[in-house]
């Protein structure tokens, strides 16, 4: 399963480097990090990034840190939905925890990120997935209008067991964005009134990208 591979070898790097406070990130393979994780000696605090996790995390029996209660972060481990490698960087937000994620990140010394080899391709946007960003529900019609403006082609994410719009932690909605053109106008995207966050971690918020298949992306190993 490449999903646990990545997850053991993540658990290996956090272990090596003690962290006091450990944050977790949100999706399917951070699953079975967190599974493997109950069952390591961490005796760490951690901190989530969705409500998933910390469901997850509280029902393990660890003791889980309010996020806006922390100042700092010493690891994180996270899934991601794309990782490029030219240049480096990742498409989050597939599981629409992209707010808290990259709140993590920002306050975290040490970024890892675990993938499968399918989420790995050369160029941002090979991989076909949206790029998704959190809007302020008020903000939706300003928000599309300057989309439309710029180009940007859009679609609101709805989910499963719930008509309508996804409603994410933060009680804010997703737009999932055609990742080429969103990928030239990142900047312009991230500075939009209305807009909480946008699913692109670049370079300064990665710094160990863990393959399963062995590949390592970002500053070398411990
Ligand atoms: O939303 C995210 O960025 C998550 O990390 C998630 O999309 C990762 O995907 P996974 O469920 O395949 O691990």
Known sequence: DPKLTAARMALEEVLKRQPKILGVGSGTTVHKFIDELSRSEFTGKVVSTS???TLRLKEKGFEVVDLMSVNRIDVSVD???EVSTEPLSLIKGGGAALLRE???AE???FRIYIVDPSKVVEKPCDRGVPIPIEVVPVSLSAV???LER???KWSVRTGSGKLGPVITDNGNLVLDLECNRAWELLEEIKSLNGVAAVGV???DLIDLVIVSDGRKYGKDTM
Do not use: I, M, W
Request: hydrophobic share 40%; glycine share 10%; no cysteine.
């Open 150 to 152: 710029l180009g940007v």
């Open 201 to 203: 971690f670049e370079r």
């Open 107 to 109: 306050l975290s010394s």
């Open 144 to 146: 599309t209008k300057n």
């Open 79 to 81: 899934g991601a939905d």
């Open 102 to 104: 990259k709140v993590v």
């Open 51 to 53: 409500f998933d996790t």
